[in-house]
């Protein structure tokens, strides 16, 4: 069973940015396509941003575009989520998982809390 891990997340400030990394512990990460969803307090989980496996294409949801960017090193086994000028409405745990299924066991998340 592969087993990813998110890490990254923090207390920001309004207008501040933060760098997520997902690391598997598989080399079949490679192979797949990768997205980053969240929970926001109170909702579902949402895709966030999604990117194939050989990063030829991306997609980032609406309320994203412009402030983040995903990207991954397949030698590294990492998919990354850039995200800037973050807002209160980003507070959420950021989780990554296949973009398809089947799903992944999903991890622990990293909590991003964007507060003044």
């Known amino acids: 069973q592969v087993q990813v891990v998110e890490s990254g997340g923090g207390l920001v400030q309004p207008g501040g940015s933060l760098r997520l990394s997902c690391v598997a512990s598989?080399?079949?990460?490679?192979?797949?396509?990768m997205g980053w969803y969240r929970q926001r307090p109170g909702k579902e989980r949402e895709l966030v941003a999604s990117?194939?496996?050989?990063?030829?294409?991306?997609y980032h949801v609406d309320s994203v575009k412009g402030r983040a960017t995903i990207s991954r090193d397949n030698r590294k086994k990492t998919v990354y989520l850039q995200m800037n000028s973050l807002t209160p409405e980003d507070t959420a745990v950021y989780y990554c998982?296949?973009?398809?299924?089947?799903?992944?066991?999903w991890g622990q998340g990293t909590l991003v809390t964007v507060s003044s």
């Open positions: 598989e080399n079949i990460i490679s192979m797949v396509d």
């Open positions: 990117i194939t496996w050989r990063d030829v294409a991306t």
């Open positions: 998982n296949t973009l398809r299924t089947p799903k992944w066991a």
